[in-house]
């Protein structure tokens, strides 16, 4: 099955700069990427998704790239906020439903 | 629209005892999922159904079943509980593969 892997496991940023977290995948059939983003206590929420015919999307201060060529993919944050921490998880999913998730980074913005 | 459901928000059992935790949308979709979440490890899918009678195994499927009778309802079924079981438990529907997953508010499982 797909193999997710997720660095930094945890992530400390000052308010305003940028916060970069990446993944790799193993099954090249994988192709579609979301990110979600998951507060204390709550549940998960999706905040940006690629699929495998786009190289990089952006919504507002969050943009996420993917290399299919070397199969991993990477969320970026800019001018981050103290609402921006949270943990945030990659995964990957192949045609079947099959969503395969990375073990999570733990993002803490100081203000 | 409630969107995904789950009962009970907390479950405490003794081991050996079997439970089955609730899951219901209202959004008609098709796909819907269990996944488990412990710490440091993500989350990991137990079950799916890609609709109302089709059902199949993810990556922890072991000491669970499931069934689909309706589009609405995905309940998960613990057989004999043990303490490896005790997780937050979450359930998620979407409208089908490669769409966003839209996930209940967790059962927190405790086994003793």
């Known amino acids: 099955g797909e193999n997710v892997e997720q660095h930094p496991s945890t992530l400390s940023v000052q308010e305003g700069d940028s916060a970069v977290i990446k993944c790799t995948y193993s099954d090249s059939a994988s192709n579609y990427f979301p990110w979600y983003k998951q507060e204390l206590g709550k549940r998960p929420q999706l905040i940006i998704d690629?699929?495998?015919?786009?190289g990089e999307k952006k919504d507002q201060r969050i943009a996420v790239t993917l290399n299919k060529t070397a199969k991993h993919f990477s969320l970026h944050i800019t001018e981050t906020q103290p609402e921006d921490s949270a943990v945030y998880f990659c995964?990957?999913?192949?045609?079947?439903?099959?969503?395969?998730f990375g073990a999570g980074t733990t993002v803490t913005v100081r203000a | 629209n409630a969107g995904v459901t789950q009962t009970p928000k907390f479950q405490v059992l003794k081991t050996g005892q079997s439970m089955t935790l609730q899951c219901a949308q209202d959004m008609n979709h098709e796909y819907m999922s269990w996944y488990r979440q412990d710490p440091g490890m993500g989350l990991r899918l137990i079950h799916y159904s890609v609709g109302a009678g089709i059902t199949d195994q993810g990556e922890v499927p072991n000491g669970y079943n499931v069934s689909r009778s309706t589009t609405e309802d995905f309940p998960l079924r613990l057989l004999s509980a043990a303490p490896s079981q005790t997780s937050v438990y979450f359930c998620?529907?979407?409208?089908?593969?490669?769409?966003?997953?839209?996930f209940g508010p967790g059962t927190r499982l405790t086994v003793t």
């Open positions: 995964a990957a999913s192949m045609p079947t439903l099959k969503l395969s």
């Open positions: 690629i699929r495998s015919n786009v």
């Open positions: 998620a529907s979407s409208y089908g593969e490669s769409y966003e997953q839209y």
